[in-house]
């Protein structure tokens, strides 16, 4: 099946800082969604970026589909930006609709 | 509207208990799935469903049943559980707007534990 590797696998900030989150994945796909995991659990869409570059507040993303990577930047980064970031890829065969997750960056903001 | 809810949100249970899981989701979305988070890993799929009365297994299936009676409504059972299942297990829907349009949206997980 197809692999996703997220990059770095841990970050440690100080708050103000900017970052740079990386995803590779091993073949096509017709969809990447980033996902950030609150310390509470929650998933919480950030971006459906299956290419180009999309831009929400201090966060954006950028997804180059032809060499197999997304980007999720994080500028003037708050404690509240903790957490875990998941970049998610779907690649459809048939009726196989799953999304494949990478493992995760865990990115923890100090004050 | 609640998006995507799941029932209940903490649950301990016996090996070789039976239990099932509940999500709803009030978005008229066509999909719904089942992953399971463990530490250290992204979600896996357990299985997922396409339409109402139609279901169908994912990366993880074994030791799972699930039935999608309702448009609304997904269910997850564990008949007999065993530790190995122990797990945060999130809910998810989406409703595909093209062929190659498919976000999904996620519940707030179950934290099972199973002893």
């Known amino acids: 099946g197809i692999q996703v590797e997220q990059s770095p696998p841990d970050l440690i900030l100080q708050e103000g800082a900017n970052s740079t989150l990386r995803c590779n994945f091993s073949?096509?796909?017709?969809?990447l969604q980033w996902f950030h995991q609150n310390p509470w659990g929650q998933l919480i869409n950030l971006f459906y970026i299956p290419s180009g570059t999309k831009q929400n507040g201090r966060l954006s993303a950028t997804t180059v589909a032809t060499e197999r990577y997304s980007l999720l930047y994080i500028s003037s980064s708050q404690t509240t930006d903790s957490g875990v970031y998941f970049c998610?890829?779907?690649?459809?065969?048939?009726?196989?609709?799953?999304?494949?997750f990478g493992k995760g960056t865990l990115l923890t903001v100090n004050p | 509207n609640a998006g995507v809810t799941q029932t209940p949100k903490f649950r301990v249970l016996k090996t070789g208990q039976s239990m099932t899981l509940l999500c709803a989701q009030d978005?008229?979305?066509?999909?719904m799935y089942w992953y399971r988070q463990d530490p250290g890993m992204g979600l896996r799929l357990i299985h997922y469903s396409v339409g109402e009365g139609t279901t169908a297994k994912g990366e993880v299936p074994d030791g799972y049943n699930v039935s999608r009676l309702k448009k609304q409504n997904f269910l997850l059972g564990l008949e007999s559980a065993a530790p190995s299942q122990t797990s945060v297990y999130f809910c998810?829907?989406?409703?595909?707007?093209?062929?190659?349009?498919?976000?999904?949206?996620f519940g707030p997980g179950t934290r099972l534990t199973v002893l």
């Open positions: 073949d096509s796909v017709n969809n």
């Open positions: 978005m008229n979305h066509e999909y």
């Open positions: 998610a890829v779907e690649k459809r065969i048939g009726s196989n609709y799953k999304l494949t």
């Open positions: 998810a829907s989406s409703y595909p707007r093209s062929r190659v349009y498919n976000e999904q949206f």
